[in-house]
């Protein structure tokens, strides 16, 4: 009987080695396919972070292009907007708004000198000079630029008037003094 039952035991010791092998060979065979699946879903994870970058790159490369036209579009404009104010202050000099401008312009300089020399240097209403009174004579237009522009350039519309005579005058007055 010994021989029996060492059979028996000997067949079920067999049996659970088997079952053992089989298990490891299982668990061997589970563990190649887990690291395949690994390998492709690092492979995957790879591939959309390379598509990811690559996406941000393209939309780097955009950015700076559509930056680089908001410049330029930028310059234009502000070159058109130079080319109109030259224009408009070309056109101002001969505005009678101009002012300052006016009066700052060669040909205003030049008429100025010759009204001078023609009526003198001694106020056309109040009489008064420079040297015997030490008024400041001003170059007056009789009829206003504000309300006639195209004379701004006659002589025949100027006279000479001490500096509280022309502004007591103002644009409200009209008088030809001379």
């Given amino acids: 009987m010994p ?8 067949s079920v010791v067999r049996g659970v080695r088997s079952f053992g092998s089989y298990e490891s060979t299982k668990n061997q065979v589970d563990t190649e396919e887990i690291a ?9 994870r ?3 972070a390379a598509e990811w970058r690559e996406e941000c790159f393209q939309a780097s490369i ?3 292009i559509d930056l680089q036209n908001r410049k330029e579009a930028e310059e234009r404009r502000l070159s058109e ?4 104010q030259q224009a408009a202050n070309a056109a101002t000099e001969n505005s009678p708004d101009s002012g300052d401008i006016f009066y700052r312009s060669a040909r205003w300089r030049s008429l100025r000198y010759e ?12 009489g008064r000079t420079p040297n015997d009174n030490g008024v400041v004579l001003h170059v007056d237009h009789i009829k206003p630029r504000s ?10 519309n100027l006279q000479i008037l001490c500096e509280d005579c022309n502004l007591g005058k ?9």
């Fill in 170 to 178: 103002g644009a409200k007055d009209s008088t030809r003094w001379r």
């Fill in 147 to 156: 309300r006639n522009p195209e004379l701004q350039w006659e002589i025949d």
């Fill in 81 to 84: 907007l130079a080319l109109i």
């Fill in 46 to 48: 790879e591939v959309k």
């Fill in 62 to 64: 955009r950015r700076q």
């Fill in 115 to 126: 009204a001078f020399r023609r009526y003198g240097r001694r106020c056309s209403l109040c």
């Fill in 36 to 44: 395949r699946e690994a390998e492709s879903l690092q492979s995957e």
């Fill in 3 to 10: 021989s029996l039952l060492f059979r028996m035991l000997t």
